[in-house]
């Protein structure tokens, strides 16, 4: 038995999120039916770094699974490629000790999350990209941007939905970068709370549009209070960049 380490890039739009759903479409659902083909009917469960919700793309999700066929490493990704639908690509396979784990082992992650400041919509950006059309004061958001870096409890960043008892994390880097009509942000981090990033956006918007002071991140952060921070920007403007382990 073999244990294989998989990035996987996936647009998200026609899919309920990553896990397993019982009637839903999902990528994790996509995945295992690919190798339950490949090992002629055997299921095959895979393990993720993390969950993506619905509409939410990924550049660099890494899964493992096990296996026991005699698959030469260079020939997986055409295997699993070939058996996979369009919007789900294995981009690198590698094998890995039985005691990896692709969630237990993270050591960080990276998002970004894509703004389109134009005037009109784009229809060829409308799962991509979040479409805002108003003015934004870029040096109050990179001002704001500083103040999330640190290791802090974010319940103020979190959703209500989240399992999650321990809300404390660390951001190691944020940046902001603008190519065209596109607003990209960057977030690193050691690891994320469920719409994390998109409530910080929502925040960072408001204060790009003058609703709120770059220097009141310190006090919606110490509130604990998800009424304090912006409202959740929407999924498709948000992909998981990279995992670290």
């Known amino acids: 038995m073999q244990r294989y380490k998989c990035t996987i890039s996936y647009d998200g739009s026609a899919y309920c999120g990553f896990q397993i759903q019982p009637k839903d479409r999902t990528v994790q659902g996509e995945i295992e039916r690919a190798l339950k083909k490949l090992h002629k009917g055997i299921e095959v469960k895979i393990q993720a770094s993390g969950r993506t919700d619905a509409g939410v793309h990924a550049k660099g999700q890494v899964i493992h699974f096990d296996s026991v066929l005699d698959i030469p490493l260079g020939k997986w990704e055409l295997a699993l490629n070939t058996l996979l639908p369009h919007d789900i690509v294995v981009t690198a396979v590698e094998t890995v000790s039985n005691d990896f784990h692709a969630r237990y082992n993270v050591t960080g992650k990276e998002y970004r999350y894509f703004i389109h400041l134009a005037e009109h919509r784009d229809p060829f950006k409308r799962n991509y990209a979040y479409y805002y059309p108003y003015s934004l004061n870029i040096d109050a958001i990179q001002e704001a941007m500083e103040h999330f870096i640190g290791e802090y409890d974010f319940t103020s960043f979190c959703s209500a939905k989240t399992d999650k008892e321990d809300k404390v994390r660390e951001i190691t880097g944020m940046k902001l970068t603008q190519e065209e009509e596109m607003l990209i942000f960057s977030f690193e981090g050691n690891g994320f709370l469920y719409n994390m990033v998109r409530i910080m956006i929502g925040t960072l918007l408001d204060v790009g549009r003058g ?27 948000l992909y998981l960049w990279r995992v670290f382990y």
């Open 211 to 237: 609703k709120k002071d770059p220097q009141s991140i310190p006090a919606i952060i110490k509130k604990k209070d998800r009424k304090a921070a912006g409202k959740t920007a929407s999924a498709n403007g």
